[in-house]
Structure formats: C-alpha cells, structure tokens
C-alpha cells in the first residue's frame, strides 16, 4: 500500500509518495510524469518517512545541502534503477551531461557505450525528483533540457544550489522542454 502526502516547496507544490520501506515519488504538481507509479489505490496519510522528507527538503530549499537522506523505495526496471543510482552519486551544486552519465552507466556494465537518449528517458521517469538528482544532467552543450518538472524549475533547483549558470541555458524549442 502506498500513502501520499503533500508538501508545499517555495517553486511549487510537491506530492510525496511512500509504502512502508520508504519513499516511493515525489513529483511536482503539474510536471509531465506526475504520479507516474503510484498506486491506483493509496491512502492520504501522513508517515514519519514523511516528516524525514519534510526535514530534508526544508534543508534543501533554505539552500543548504542536507546530510542525510530520508529512506527511498526505488521501484523501476533494473536499467532505470542503474541509472537512478548513478544520479545519487552527482554531488551537489555541480552538473554532468547525458554523454557523461551514459559513459559512467556503460562503465557500471562493463560495455563501451550506452546509448545518451536511452539514460536520458530514465532519468525523465525518475519518481523520487529532488533526492535523486535529475536535475543536475543537463545537454552536452550546456543545455537545461529534460526536466519532467519543469525547466523552469530545473534552473531554479540548480540556482539553489549555487551552480554556475553562466554557459547554461534554457532552450527555446525542444521536444524535451
């Protein structure tokens, strides 16, 4: 059984999503894959996983890196799992590309290349936004394309985090904006 709770964030409201190991969504309101996966039937319940979010999040957006993470219940295929935990592994306040995150994904398998569109449809199904950072891949040309919440949130999430925008951009057409 999955419970929801809402959380209101500075750039948009959140649904959170949890069973009983841990967090299972957080998707902004309004975003391209909102509530993809949860369960038809969940229940509006506030859990202490949720007060463990709440915490981290109110870190996060008073714009300092928290040093814990609440528990998460990734549920995916094992491929956008891979990749799910190789977004963890992004430090904060820094970026990597598609092409980059391919080649550290096809490292983990043991082959020469992935393919960058295949890491990039993982990545936009990510459940757990925020905790696992999507945000901070971006396009090989500096591109802020991609983000299933938004780009718009995406260059807030980045600015938060102090990272240098100076040769980022948001694009002004795109199939992924």
Known sequence: MQYTATYQSPIGGILLAADDIG??????EGGKYYAEGLD?????????????????????????????????HMIGSPFRLSIWKLLVQIPYGRTISYGELAK???REKGIASMSPQAVGGAVGHNRISILIPCHRVIGANGSLTG???????????LLLENVDMEKLFVPSKGTAL
């Open 23 to 28: 967090l299972t969504g957080l998707w902004f």
């Open 40 to 72: 038809l039937e969940h229940e509006e319940k506030w859990l202490p996983v949720f007060d463990t979010a709440k915490k981290w999040l109110d870190i996060y957006f008073s714009g300092r890196e928290p040093d814990f993470m609440p528990p998460m």
């Open 104 to 106: 550290m994904a096809a």
């Open 147 to 157: 983000y299933a919440g938004g780009v718009d949130k995406k260059e807030r999430l």
